[in-house]
């Protein structure tokens, strides 16, 4: 089993900052790649931000305003954001994908943190 723990969500005002943390731990060989998510009540879940080896994406909503970076030794992505807007509110969920011991491959999902952005 891989598990994945998220923390750093909180209340925040509009124009405001936030550093959320995700690590991963369990039977971990190898991980690819590790991102987060985000859901707005009513809303499907999108893609916020991926890291994978060096290469990051974001997501057109957040390009310029939100930062991933990963720390290969501690298994932890991290997603600083900044200027934050109401529409930013949402449940952020931690993705990795990669290997376990014995080389089965894994696709984890974390419990989900808060971000809340008040106007």
């Known amino acids: 089993q891989v598990q994945l723990v998220e923390s750093g969500g909180d209340l925040v005002q509009a124009g405001g900052s936030l550093r959320l943390s995700c690590a991963a731990s369990?039977?971990?060989?190898?991980?690819?790649?590790m991102g987060w998510y985000r859901q707005a009540p009513g809303k499907q879940r999108e893609l916020v931000a991926v890291?994978?080896?060096?290469?990051?994406t974001y997501a057109d909503s957040v390009k310029g305003r939100f930062s991933i970076s990963r720390d290969n030794a501690k298994n932890t992505v991290y997603l600083q954001m900044n200027s934050l807007k109401p529409e930013d509110t949402g449940v952020y969920y931690c993705?990795?994908?990669?290997?376990?011991?014995?080389?089965?491959?894994?696709?984890?999902w974390g419990q989900g943190t808060q971000v809340t952005v008040s106007s």
């Open positions: 993705l990795a994908d990669g290997l376990r011991t014995g080389f089965s491959p894994f696709h984890s």
């Open positions: 369990g039977s971990i060989f190898t991980i690819n790649a």
């Open positions: 890291i994978t080896g060096g290469t990051t």
